[in-house]
């Protein structure tokens, strides 16, 4: 049966706000979760300006309250879910010793358990009507760069929980799909504190369709763009036959960004003392 009611997290910016557009556009009722109250607001105008059928909850991914108070939101007003997007995320630049502890708390539990949290919660409806969990991790997840390395661990985690649920909710009937983009221009990379945003990725607006895609065709996977399957494929084929030649690379590479670092440091304009 065609999905009807679908849960989309993280839906005031990025991929989640583009989902929602384009799951309302072909006719699904959406169910929009984020912080912004005020940024939901302009979804919603935007999807009923053109028809559409969406319901907003202001509110935090991490915290059970709301989960429940989404879930229940959902239920009272169109009475099924045949969708969960857990796209809602968060980046986190820096080295193990620049990320603090508070950062990298909020990071696994918007990221990780969320995920598991709110797919339990959803589990009892999304049974029901035999529906589907979309995913949202990150081609990072097969990579640890140094400088970003407590960000992969995270989507290494979505992956590896998107697997265990594939395989013990098939025999419900309920389906799961992970999606990894690679770098796209959302407000991620303003959130990550990039110097230059602006100019950071490629654009978002395919990954909205393909979420919308995996709601009506679930898959295993679906890597963003579709050409990084190979480099991302010779990566990982590449860790796992010669791991010391790659831990050597990224040590060079690392150095090389701290002796840039140093250099900028000293070529800039010093400031006069008081
Ligand atoms: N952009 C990329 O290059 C890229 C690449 C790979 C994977 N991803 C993944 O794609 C997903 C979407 O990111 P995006 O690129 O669309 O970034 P984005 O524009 O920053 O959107 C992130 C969304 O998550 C929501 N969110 C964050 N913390 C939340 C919380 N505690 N409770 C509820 N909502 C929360 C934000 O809404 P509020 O702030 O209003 O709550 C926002 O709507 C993330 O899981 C990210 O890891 C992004």
Known sequence: MRAEVVIITGASSGFGRLAAL????????????????????ALARAIEATGGTVLTVAGDVTRAEDQERLIAAALERFGRIDALVNNAGVPLAGGFAQVSVADLRRQWETNVLAVIELTRRALPALMRTRGVVVNVGSLAGHFSFPGWGLYYPSKVAVRSISDALRRELAAYGVRVALLEPGPYRTEFAQQAGLPDPGSFGLDPTPVGRAIVDLIEHPRRLRMMPGWMWLPTTIG??????????????????????QRLRTTAAADAPQQDAP
Request: hydrophobic letters at 60%; zero cysteines.
């Open 22 to 41: 384009e799951a309302a556009r072909r006719g699904y009722r959406v169910v929009a979760l984020a912080r912004r109250a005020e940024r939901l607001a």
């Open 236 to 257: 990982a084929a590449l860790v796992a036959a010669a791991p010391v030649v790659v831990d050597w690379l990224m040590v060079q590479w690392t150095r090389r960004q």
